[in-house]
Antibody
């Protein structure tokens, strides 16, 4: 069974940066890109972007473009999401996700990483 | 704001059937596959339906999906207390070049 395991919770001050990592196991890492989805407290799901695990090409959501960088490392089967210039509305749970059954759906989800931005 | 609209909540008694609608447009639902996710309290979302109407391995046939034009529907039959959760639709939006999710629907079992 495919699995994504994420790094632990983070607390940052406004203006700082945060890195969230995600390690894959139980499936062929390069069979799917990695997307990042976040969820503000009590709110819905928001797609942040995608990275190819084969070419490293990326596609970022307009809302975070310029503040986010997504990377992958094939030998360690790890993906990382860096978010800069943090604001209070970046507070939420961040999920890494992969789609194996379909390119248009996410069937493998990380457990989530809570990022809190507070002064 | 999300480009996909869902009802905020639906409810029914145990054993009954509920449907959740997801309304979009030609740039998303109209020309792309739809997926449905279930999010139990405090957990990561779980894929229920992909490619409009397919169920991943392990998902019971009480859950079904359909699509017509620019709308999609998730059906849940034989409602159980364990089905109380938030449900989200999702699809690709070709105009935005982005994955988009619905506003979410809370299912309550009365």
């Amino acid at each position: 069974q495919g699995q994504l395991v994420q790094s632990g919770a983070e607390v940052r001050k406004p203006g700082a940066s945060v890195k969230v990592s995600c390690r894959a196991s139980g499936y062929t890492f390069t069979s799917s890109g990695i997307s990042w989805v976040r969820q503000a407290p009590g709110q819905g799901l928001e797609w942040m972007g995608w990275i190819s695990t084969t070419s490293g090409s990326t596609n970022y959501a307009q809302k975070v473009q310029g503040r986010v960088t997504m990377t992958t490392d094939r030998p360690t089967k790890t993906a990382q999401m860096d978010l800069r210039s943090l604001r209070s509305d970046d507070t939420g749970t961040y999920f890494c996700v992969a789609g194996i059954v379909s390119h248009d759906a996410f069937d493998i989800w990380g457990q989530g990483t809570l990022v809190t931005v507070s002064s | 704001q999300s480009v996909l609209t869902q009802p905020p909540s639906v409810s029914a008694a145990p054993g009954q059937r509920v449907t959740i609608s997801c309304s979009g447009g030609s740039s998303n639902i109209g020309n792309n596959y739809v997926a449905w996710y279930q999010q139990l309290p405090g957990t990561a979302p779980k894929l229920l339906i992909y490619d409009n109407d397919k169920r991943p391995s392990g998902i019971p046939d009480r859950f079904s999906g359909s699509k017509s034009g620019t709308s999609a529907t998730l059906g849940i039959t034989g409602l159980q207390t364990g089905d109380e959760a938030d449900y989200y639709c999702g699809t690709w939006d070709s105009s935005l070049s982005a994955q988009v999710f619905g506003t979410g629907t809370k299912v309550t079992v009365l």
